[in-house]
């Protein structure tokens, strides 16, 4: 959400966004937090394991094709830098602001082929906090102290301020 598309509640404070998988239990981790976020750290480990499964059942393919050293040494190459750069790229993006620019389309094929480097981001960064927590939870304790700021700044009506009489 922008700046002025923040969720309030009623009296002006702003809400915290909703996190996947988490809504707003992150902030003060409750409902489950800790079930969950154990919970899919072990999914996406698991769904990381199937999917060097599938690869490797690929690979076992493309030797009982024949297809040759060179073609099989460029699928491990392949596979090897997209997961690397796919885990870096998304391990990143849960601890900065993203910034959208020219080349997240162009990266999209680089996480899909690297999916297993993508899973085991999330079940690294699932030790630490929820995946994107810390992001929301700067922007919110940011957006908090704006509004106390903004309300502790008001001193009721100045129109209704006397004035010292000058001698």
Request: glycine fraction near 12%; aromatic fraction near 10%; charge should be positive.
């Amino acid at each position: 959400m922008s700046d002025n598309q923040q969720p309030e509640s009623a009296d002006g404070a702003p809400r915290p966004e909703p996190l996947r998988f988490f809504g707003t239990t992150w902030v003060d981790r409750s409902g489950g937090y800790w079930a969950r976020r154990t919970g899919l750290a072990v999914l996406a480990l698991a769904l990381a394991g199937g999917g060097a499964f599938v690869l490797a059942l690929s690979y076992n393919g493309l030797q009982l094709a024949d297809s040759g050293g060179l073609i099989q040494l460029l699928m491990i190459v392949a596979f090897a830098v997209c997961s690397s750069l796919a885990f870096t790229r998304t391990l990143n993006g849960f601890s900065r602001p993203h910034e959208p620019g020219p080349g997240d389309g162009s990266f999209r094929p680089i996480r899909v082929i690297g999916f297993v480097g993508v899973l085991l981001a999330y079940t690294v960064r699932s030790f630490v906090e929820a995946p994107g927590e810390g992001l929301l939870r700067t922007d919110y304790e940011y957006r908090l102290d704006q509004h106390a700021r903004r309300r502790s700044s008001r001193t009721g009506n100045p129109a209704k301020r006397k004035r010292k009489k000058r001698r």
